[in-house]
């Protein structure tokens, strides 16, 4: 009996001794921030991102000084981001830029920030704050990194962020249009021609800039708008009717 007894407490005190040094492999409650660091980061590969924000936020109150700090954030902001957690994403990213400017992760932090704006930036109906935060921090990042990788991105998400807020200057426009209020229309028209000339939206509003000044019978000034989207539209879906109504001006 003592013979088979033996072998099984030795197996037993190797289990435990192997579940203790596992467990302390995997405390976060460590001295040591690289090995608190390694833990976060293989939670956040695990996607277990709820664990990665406590670890990083545990890291960030108590490795302040260290040099793993700047990628915990990074990481602690990306943690919130894969979790659509944007405003917090943004508080972190914003943290390293402007704490860390040169953590080899602010080049990215910063874009992330942008892409967070981004991702907040709600249908055209609504209120476009968050558009226009994402088109800002699109252009920072494209003027402190022109070279980057994600240049070519960020110069697309401001084309596309621009599209949204000329659309909903112009559908402000057509609804006084067709309201008759003709002062009110031709605000926005002339918004869009000065702030998002650049939007595929631009050929829109000359067009019924064109229609408000002929109806207002302002001729002398149409001529001018109608020489110009001939000038610059030329292959726009409005281009006939533009023709048209340059004839129906009275000479």
Avoid: H, W
């Avoid at 793993?68 to 830029?97: C, N, P």
């Avoid at 226009?132 to 401001?158: C, G, H, T, V, W």
């Avoid at 309201?179 to 939206?201: G, M, Q, R, T």
């Avoid at 001939?230 to 129906?248: R, T």
């Amino acid at each position: 009996m003592k013979n088979r007894i033996f072998p099984l407490m030795i197996i037993l005190a190797s289990a435990v001794l192997f579940s203790c040094s596992s467990a302390d492999k995997n405390n976060i409650n460590t001295d040591d921030p690289e090995k608190a660091y390694y833990i976060a980061k293989t939670n956040y590969d695990k996607q277990d991102y709820l664990d990665a924000i406590d670890d990083f936020n545990l890291i960030k109150l108590k490795f302040s000084g260290s040099s793993i700090i700047d990628k915990s954030v990074y990481y602690l902001g990306m943690s919130y981001y894969k979790r659509e957690e944007y405003i917090l994403a943004i508080y972190e990213f914003e943290t390293l830029v402007k704490n860390y400017p040169n953590s080899k992760f602010a080049e990215t932090s910063r874009y992330r920030m942008a892409m967070c704006y981004y991702q907040l930036s709600p249908p055209y109906n609504l209120d476009q704050t968050y558009t226009k935060y994402a088109i800002n921090e699109f252009q920072n990042f494209l003027d402190l990194y022109p070279a980057s990788k994600k240049a070519a991105e960020a110069d697309r998400k401001i084309a596309e962020l621009k599209d949204k807020l000329a659309y909903k200057t112009l559908k402000s426009a057509e609804l006084y249009f067709n309201l008759d209020n003709y002062k009110a229309a031709l605000v926005y028209y002339n918004d869009i021609l000065d702030e998002y000339f650049d939007s595929k939206y631009a050929d829109d509003a000359l067009y019924g800039k064109i229609q408000v000044l002929i109806i207002k019978k302002k001729y002398e000034e149409a001529k001018k708008e109608i020489q110009r989207f001939q000038d610059i539209f030329s292959s726009s879906e409005y281009a006939p009717k533009v023709i048209s109504l340059k004839n129906k001006i009275p000479s």
